[in-house]
């Protein structure tokens, strides 16, 4: 949320969740998630959603540049991280990683979505403070 309660990024969020939702509905759980992402890159570019997969996102520690990049499933409208799973159910390592990402690269926003359970299982992530 930002400073007036707001949640940051919602319109975009809400579109990214919904193109989710929608392979999903047509896909079901069970494929590897690069069909996901495979599936997702389409509905989104019929959306008209502006994405980068497999986007190089630099990493720094204490300000300085790393050597390794991240590479994010999907970096959507320019600042939303979105990390693709295939598993049973998410757990806390899956959303570990995820605020790490948030705050290795500085993005404000992260949607982790897994398409492995039977209903898509999403979570909307930002760093605290």
Known sequence: ???NG??????EAYAIVGAAME??????????EGVYG????????QRGIPFQREAPIDLRYKGILLP???RADFLAFGQI?????????????EQAQTIHYLKATGHPLAILANFGAPKLDW???VLAG
């Open 23 to 32: 392979v999903h509905s047509v896909l079901g759980p069970g494929f590897l």
């Open 68 to 70: 390794h990049t991240y």
């Open 81 to 93: 991280i979105i990390k693709l799973k295939a598993i049973k159910c998410l757990g806390d390592l």
């Open 6 to 11: 707001e949640l940051i990024l919602k319109d």
């Open 1 to 3: 949320m930002d400073a």
């Open 38 to 45: 495979d599936a997702l890159a389409i509905e989104f570019t």
């Open 123 to 125: 979570k909307r992530m």
